[in-house]
């Protein structure tokens, strides 16, 4: 059975940073492709960022380029989203999401429960 | 970028009700779209992708149908289970990315 594990979420300062993980179970990292999404209280969903099975290429959407980063460790079979310069329009529930293929980003068959990320002073 | 616009906003329909949600494309993606429903608290839950095809345990009454710019998912006889957010997704960007809808509120009546 296909399991994801957030963590890291919490309350931090604007231009402060944060590093979420995403434990994986049921299944090997590298052998799917890997988003982190997230979802404004109330709000709709946007895609933060992915990263390939495979080879590990990385896509941000534009409006973290520069400030996050996603990584993993497969010994660990574990997802990484390092957050740095944040901002208050970054608070979200963000979720780890499994794609139904190796390519990225596609869509996504498998989501953790989220984790919650505050930004404020 | 690719818009995708949901309609309508909020549906509320008695059990045993067709339902037809609609998602419209700013522009052509073939058939790259895939629908999730969220239920308050959880994590959004993956129905269809490619359009058409139903995803792994989705129940028979849900079903996809759409290519280009218009989508639609279909609920054939509702289901008290089934309130919740229903959210359209594109993919097979380039860039790489992927882009929701704003999402459509089913409630049951």
């Known amino acids: 059975e296909v399991q994801l594990l957030e963590s890291g979420g919490g309350m931090v300062q604007p231009g402060g940073s944060l590093r979420l993980s995403c434990a994986a179970s049921?299944?090997?990292?590298?052998?799917?492709?890997m988003s982190w999404v997230r979802q404004t209280p109330g709000k709709g969903l946007e895609w933060v960022s992915a990263?390939?099975?495979?080879?590990?290429?990385?896509y941000y959407a534009d409006s973290v380029k520069g400030r996050f980063t996603i990584s993993r460790d497969e010994s660990k079979n574990t997802l990484f989203l390092q957050m740095d310069s944040l901002r208050a329009e970054d608070t979200a529930v963000y979720f780890c999401a499994k794609d139904g293929v190796v390519a990225a980003p596609q869509y996504f068959d498998s989501w953790g429960q989220g984790t919650l990320v505050t930004v404020s002073s | 970028d690719t818009v995708m616009t949901q309609s309508p906003a909020t549906l509320s329909v008695s059990p045993g009700e067709r339902v037809t949600l609609s998602c419209r494309a700013s522009q052509s993606v073939s058939e790259f779209v895939a629908w999730y429903q969220q239920k308050p608290g959880q994590a959004p839950r993956l129905l269809i992708y490619g359009a058409s095809t139903r995803a792994t345990g989705i129940p028979a009454r849900f079903s996809g149908s759409g290519s280009g710019t218009e989508f639609t998912l279909t609920i054939s006889s509702l289901q008290s289970e089934d309130f919740g957010v229903y959210y359209c997704?594109?993919?097979?960007?380039?860039?790489?990315?992927?882009?929701f809808g704003q999402g459509t509120r089913l409630d049951i009546k």
């Open positions: 049921g299944f090997a990292l590298n052998n799917y492709a």
């Open positions: 997704q594109r993919y097979n960007d380039w860039p790489p990315r992927v882009t």
């Open positions: 990263i390939s099975g495979g080879g590990g290429s990385t």
